[in-house]
């Protein structure tokens, strides 16, 4: 697959090549979920990976031209009686930030999460935008 550089996007924050690592331990970590960024005739569309994460514990904000997912994975609470025999899923706080250029409809920013999948809708606008804004996720 041919990846390249889009002079709208920018990502930036700590980025975690390591987010399923096979790693066996119970310690939160920091992640940063991967994300794909499809360019549309009308739009861009940002899709990132929250698997297991309830839509309740995130939140998607847009200021000074930077689109920012923040949140955290909760990890398994034991019950009375069980043992760990191995532990790959990981859990904590969680960011990712996208710089985009002005071409964005602050107003019209939409986001929706389903099956583990933030999708998030940003109509291009020929009106330069700075505005900041939370994005409501249905």
């Known amino acids: 697959m041919l990846m390249r ?7 930036h924050g700590n980025f975690n090549p390591h987010l399923w690592s096979d ?6 970590i ?18 990132a990976e929250l698997p297991g994460v ?12 930077t689109l920012t997912i923040t949140g955290k994975k909760n990890k398994y609470e034991r019950k009375e009686g069980e ?14 930030s996208f710089r985009i250029g002005n071409e ?3 107003e019209q920013i939409s986001a929706k999460y389903a ?4 999708e998030i809708h940003l109509p291009k606008t020929q009106v330069s935008q700075s505005k900041s804004v939370e994005i409501q996720i249905n």
């Open 83 to 96: 043992q760990f025999l191995r532990v790959e899923r990981q859990c904590g706080d969680y960011q990712r």
């Open 115 to 118: 099956n583990g999948i933030l």
């Open 23 to 28: 790693e066996n331990s119970e310690n939160e």
């Open 30 to 47: 920091y992640m940063s979920p991967r994300a794909d960024i499809i360019e549309c005739s009308d739009e861009y569309l940002i899709l």
């Open 54 to 65: 309830d839509k309740n514990n995130f939140k998607v904000e847009f200021e000074k031209n």
């Open 104 to 106: 964005i409809n602050t």
């Open 5 to 11: 550089h889009h002079p709208m996007f920018g990502c």
